[in-house]
Each structure stands twice: as C-alpha cells, then as structure tokens.
C-alpha cells in the first residue's frame, strides 16, 4: 500500500507508545491506558484522508477526502489532553506513565501536522497565499473546538453520522450562547492558536537551515 510505504518512517515512534503500553499491561496487569491505541488509530486516520486528497484523481474526490480529514482532523491533537490522566497509580512509576502519555500525544501532533502539511500543499495551488495562511488558522480554531467537543461533551468524529441533531443542538447551543460556556471558547482559541504557532514554527526550521547553509 502506497500510503503504508510513505509513511513507514512513522512506524518505530508509534511502535515504541504501543510497546510502552503493552509492558505496563503485562507489570501492573491493568488496562489503564489501553484507550490509547485506539487514539493513535483516529490520528492515522486524517493523515490518510489528507494523503488520499493529494493523490485524487479529481475535485470531487479531492472535496470528499479533504471533508473527511476536516472531520478527523482534531482526533490527532486530542492526544494531547490524555495528559489529563496522569496521575499517581500502584506498581507504576509516575516518570513511566508520563513517557506513555507524552510519547502518545507527540504521535498524535506529528500524524496532524503532517496531514495539515498536505491540505496545505493542496490550498497552495488553488487559492491566495494569504488566505492559505487564515484557512490555516481557522483550522486550528476549529480543531481547537473539536478539542473541546471530544474531551468535555464526550462527542466523536462520527457521531456527526450517528447521532448528528444531538451534536448539532449544542454546537448550536455555543454559538447562541457564547458568554455562557466562555470554557469552551478560551479552549478552543487557545488550543487553537498554540498549535498553529507550533505548526508554523515547525515549518519555518527546514527553510531556516537552508538559509544559514
């Protein structure tokens, strides 16, 4: 599979969390962060809708895919707030379960960046540069309030399929009500914002060096 040999660099980072999670299964004999792996699968998920957008053989499809890695996009920055679960247990040292946690979310950022880096190539050839830099930031925004949505409301990527009123009623609810839930709006603009300075910041190193070579 073309996508698996493009990415397979990706592979011993990954390998590694789930090695990590797969030895504190077998010492402590629970199954505290077995959530994780199923996480990592979701931010696979928008690197490989992103990686088929790239590849589509016309617009449609390219719609189809990009809408799809929109959806997803945030199940790869989510990770970051399993940091949440960090906290003192028996038969594990805390220094262990912070290596578990933190490799997971530095998997997750990557695989989202990543899949962000070839939405962008696609804005690229199709609109101003410009407005390439604000669609970037409103998508950090809005995985920003995807961020919130997944951790405080409990809501997943398909419930947009599965239970799509429901999701929709308190989506509505926020956007009626901004000065009653202002948690939800200082999450998603601080998250957002965080990652679109990481995210650019990270972008700007490969152009630095070759300046400086």
């Not at 949440?84 to 998997?107: C, E, G, M, T």
């Not at 920003?144 to 398909?158: A, E, Q, T, V």
Request: hydrophobic share 55%; aromatic share 18%; proline share 4%.
């Amino acid at each position: 599979m073309r996508f698996i040999k493009s990415y397979k660099w990706l592979a011993p980072s990954v390998a590694f969390t789930l090695l990590l999670i797969i030895i504190r299964i077998l010492c402590s004999q629970t199954l505290v962060f077995v959530f994780i792996p199923w996480n990592i699968f979701l931010a696979i998920l928008p690197l490989y809708f992103s990686y088929k957008a790239t590849k589509a053989a016309n617009n449609r499809l390219t719609f189809l895919y990009t809408a799809l890695w929109l959806l997803f996009f945030p199940n790869a920055m989510y990770i970051v707030t399993d940091l949440f679960h960090l906290q003192v247990r028996k038969n594990v040292p805390l220094w262990y379960d912070l290596l578990v946690l933190f490799s997971a979310a530095i998997n997750g950022v990557t695989l989202g960046f990543l899949s962000l880096y070839n939405i962008e190539k696609l804005l690229v050839k199709k609109v101003r540069a410009k407005h390439v830099a604000i669609s970037i930031f409103a998508v950090f925004i809005l995985c920003g309030y995807g961020i919130y949505l997944g951790r405080y409301l409990r809501w997943n990527s398909w419930d947009i399929v599965v239970q799509p009123f429901s999701l929709l009623s308190d989506i509505a609810y926020d956007l009626r009500h901004p000065l009653r839930n202002a948690e939800s709006w200082s999450l998603s603009i601080l998250y957002g914002v965080w990652l679109y300075l990481i995210y650019r910041y990270l972008r700007k190193i490969p152009l630095q060096y070759r300046k400086q070579a």
